[in-house]
């Protein structure tokens, strides 16, 4: 599925494999790092590292190894998009 499906709500997030490009997409259109509050690291976000501070931030580490959980990270912006608490439009052209 495009990432346009997905932050519409046509497609569902739980069925996503990868959800970072839909992140990506959307990061692309809003300034992610400044509405989520993450720590200004870097200049150069990608949709990877924005959902590694994410995880870090909201505290998401995998069972195992401890780690940064970026997939669960990644469906949890994307949740916030399919809620309405992160806000993306579209103009019409002209």
Not at 34 to 60: F, K, M, V
Request: proline residues 10%; contains cysteine.
């Amino acid at each position: 599925p495009s990432p346009k499906q997905v932050l519409a709500g046509v497609y569902p997030i739980s069925q996503l494999q990868e959800p970072y490009s839909a992140v990506g997409y959307l990061a692309s259109r809003l300034p992610l790092p400044t509405l989520l509050q993450l720590p200004s690291a870097t200049s150069a976000w990608t949709a990877w590292d924005i959902c590694e501070a994410w995880a870090e931030q909201r505290g998401y580490k995998t069972a195992r190894t401890a780690r940064n959980d970026a997939y669960r990270a990644a469906n949890s912006i994307l949740r916030l998009v399919a809620e309405g608490r992160l806000l993306l439009c579209h103009r019409p052209p002209g």
